[in-house]
């Protein structure tokens, strides 16, 4: 898919009143097709990762084994939708019978929704694609990535630190990719541009099973769910599906 010069123009400043509307009418229409996908998909807990990361990595087998172990508690995995990380946290859910869905980018590259979905949806812009990533989630999972999962994972910890979401459990996974990370985090708590309890936001581990107890201990526990009192039914006449 091509950058619409469009959207590349209302970037430019101010426009027309008339382009404006509907530009906000398109972003409307956007997170109205986001809820009608997604409505039905129970709690979830979505995993970020990069697109790159291809089935012979270790990270994505390590990315197949969590997702279906997270996916045995009872939650739905949710992705980006795309290859990569992405895919492997799908295909895990789907090994063991779990449910996966998807929120995929609209993007000239890259990104193509991969085959391991039960549901998916395609989005135009990111920042409605992270919104819908959030709204269904209890619980987050950051596995290696480039500038995309940085964006996402540092999003989802500012609105916990804000308290603009509840304090839902984070699991940033591979030690040995993220050192470099958590020593720039340790650099602005020094700095005191972060504070030092901001480092229990989240979980910093290499252990599976330490990343599965930390998610059910955190969500399942701690927020009192019950799961498949969750699931909502769809609504005929509004033509809805599960």
């Not at 997604?38 to 807990?45: A, E, K, N, S, T």
């Not at 290696?144 to 940033?172: A, M, R, Y």
Request: proline share 5%; hydrophobic share 35%; aromatic share 14%.
């Amino acid at each position: 898919m091509a950058p619409d010069s469009k959207e590349i123009q209302f970037l430019e400043g101010r426009q027309s009143r008339r382009k404006e509307f509907y530009f906000t009418v398109k972003v409307a229409w956007e997170f109205i097709k986001g809820f009608r996908t997604l409505h039905f998909v129970g709690p979830c807990i979505t995993i970020f990762g990069s697109a790159r990361l291809g089935e012979k990595t270790p990270e994505y087998q390590q990315t197949v084994e969590i997702a279906g172990q997270i996916s045995k508690l009872g939650f739905t995995i949710m992705t980006g939708g795309g290859p990569g990380i992405m895919e492997a946290a799908n295909r895990g859910a789907k090994s063991v019978g779990g449910r996966s869905v998807g929120v995929n980018i609209e993007l000239p590259f890259e990104q193509q929704p991969n085959p391991y979905l039960d549901s998916s949806v395609d989005i135009r812009y990111f920042f409605v694609r992270k919104v819908l990533l959030l709204k269904y989630s209890y619980g987050f999972v950051i596995m290696p990535g480039g500038f995309g999962t940085l964006d996402e994972f540092f999003e989802t910890i500012t609105l916990i630190q804000t308290k603009k979401i509840s304090k839902f459990p984070i699991v940033i996974m591979d030690r040995d990719y993220h050192t470099k990370l958590m020593e720039y985090i340790d650099h602005m708590v020094e700095r005191g541009t972060v504070s030092p309890s901001d480092k229990e936001l989240y979980l910093y581990t290499d252990s599976i099973d330490e990343a599965v107890k930390y998610i059910h201990e955190n969500t399942i526990d701690d927020f009192e769910l019950k799961i498949e009192s969750k699931r909502w039914k769809p609504f005929g006449w509004l033509f809805e599906r599960s």
